[in-house]
């Protein structure tokens, strides 16, 4: 049987994504196949397009990471979802998942039941991003109550989801976003904001805990005049961004860099939140699988307010 899927002719330009017919893939032991309603677009899909995959990957590359859909079939062992059951996650990463495709055959244990309030497009928004700020703030950093966060890049697709995070937990938020985004920021809870495109953002802040750096580079090694004693700097982009070893040693900080991983358990926090009505991703624009080399270009701007989602199935079948 054939599905319809998305697929880099080679690694490179965005214009390389081109719809393609491949397989439907099989479910194998303790794996479901799950229908793929919408799907999360990610900077880590465009810089694999660009650069190139490392791991396993199919001999047809499909990228994406992050679903939404209905369970299809369930493979043997599998006794936590049944066929009709709706479904959120990010499996496999950081192989290929292929979640730009109408079918995703993973491990029944990289999803969660998708929160019932919330469509899919909205669930497809969620998975790695908001893992990224979960295993980031909440176990890599301990987040506690009345601890003083910063957060890099906080309207962006994790930014904005690690702000609701940190407020869940009763902290006071810091994020650094242009003006325009302000408002966005502090309707999620954010108690105060910095323009870094106007404002040295070592001289706006100080005497914080936690900060979760989603820019890498200078941004990093900047950002350990700001921490306290004790406190911790969680690198998400890349290692080069860490500050020297040396230098974190004399100041007590704690530094790191932190690469996402599947998680069940965090995806039934996440699911949670969203239930309490504490968490919600920003969808900032929707586009229909074929457009995912639109979806890419858009993404890769570095404007976007939230996240990017392609959808997969019929509009009339998603419930949006």
Known sequence: MKMRAVSPRAWGAPENLVPVEVDRPEPGLTEI???VHAAGVNPVDWKTRAEGAFGAWGDTPILGYDVSGVVEEVGPGVTLYAPGDAVFGMPRF????GGYAEYVAAPARRFAPKPAGISHVEAAALPLAALTAWQGLVETAGLRA?????????????????????????AYVIGTARTEKHDFLRALGADELVDYARVDFTEAIDDVDIILDGVGGEYGTRSVEVLRPGGHLVTLPDPGGLPDPA???ERGIHTGWTVVEPDRAGLL?????????????????????EDAAKAHAYGERGRTRGKIVLRVADQAETGS
Do not use: F, N, S
Not at 94 to 97: L, M, S
């Open 146 to 170: 009345g601890q003083r966060v910063l957060i890099h890049a906080a309207a962006g697709g994790v930014g904005h989801l690690a702000v609701q995070i940190a407020k869940a937990h009763g």
């Open 269 to 289: 926090e996440i699911a949670h939140l969203v239930d309490e009505g504490k968490l919600h991703a920003e969808v900032d624009t929707v586009l229909p699988l």
């Open 247 to 249: 230098l974190a040693r």
């Open 33 to 35: 196949l799950v229908r």
């Open 94 to 97: 950081p192989e290929q998942a």
